[in-house]
């Protein structure tokens, strides 16, 4: 059984959310202690959170930064901000989704649903790991990892997803088009600023491993693998 954790400081709604994942087969637990939502995300172990932005103390934006310095799962804000500057900086701080207040149910049980199938795959443990490897940066699809020169970096799925499409294109250019169809998910439109968001976070996923210059704009196209790094490193 998996388990979400939900972050809201309005207890209706949080109940609420409570009651109809429940519904679902999921494990559920409601956050109680504003204070100290990394020490119960690291005690709970979520397979998925729903966060919202405005909370007691510190805000959504700082316990999603504060998860993502320890794990990958799977952050989906719930937000009566519906501006897309507040949108943006929750794909900035580490959200993989964002859903406006008043929310239809079926919605966030369709979001839940495809965003743990995306991060975790039903079938996973039934076939070889999936690795892409280009000139020793080695890209771990299902681990959600980028390595290189015996230095790792934790991804995003949307980030391990243009990852992918620019060492599968390589060296050709990955348009902004195709970018957007990997990123389309079956429940959630992936829009121009969002991959704009998630560009920017890979570019610095890069830089992280010491990187520079790895992803090259195309203008009016789309983006390109830059491979400027020692082809001989080891993976």
């Excluded at 949080?14 to 690291?42: C, M, N, P, R």
């Excluded at 934790?154 to 992918?164: R, V």
């Excluded at 610095?204 to 491979?227: N, P, Q, S, W």
């Amino acid at each position: 059984m998996q388990t979400i954790l939900i972050v809201e400081d309005d207890r209706k709604i949080a109940e609420l959310l409570q009651s109809y994942i429940v519904k679902y087969g999921y494990h559920v637990i409601v956050t109680t202690d504003f204070e100290h939502v990394l020490q119960q995300f690291q005690q709970e172990q979520p397979d998925l959170v729903l966060l919202d932005v405005n909370l007691p103390s510190y805000d959504g934006y700082y316990w999603c930064r504060q998860i993502r310095a320890h794990s990958i799962c799977p952050v989906i804000f719930i937000s009566a901000r519906a501006g897309e500057m507040d949108q943006i900086m929750a794909l900035e701080n580490g959200a993989d989704d964002y859903i406006t207040k008043p929310f239809d149910y079926g919605i966030v049980i369709a979001k839940i649903r495809s965003h743990l199938r995306r991060a975790y795959g039903e079938y996973a443990s039934k076939h070889e790991e999936l690795i892409w490897h280009k000139e020793g940066l080695a890209l771990y699809p299902e681990r959600l990892e980028l390595h290189y020169n015996n230095q790792s970096v934790l991804l995003t799925k949307k980030e391990a997803d243009i990852i992918e499409s620019l060492i599968e294109r390589h060296p050709r250019v990955a348009s902004r088009e195709a970018l957007l169809e990997k990123l389309w998910d079956d429940q959630t439109y992936v829009d121009e600023n969002t991959l704009n968001v998630n560009i920017t976070r890979v570019r610095k996923k890069f830089l992280d491993l010491g990187l520079i210059d790895a992803l090259e704009t195309v203008r009016g196209i789309g983006y390109r693998l830059h491979v400027t790094w020692n082809k001989d490193s080891s993976l």
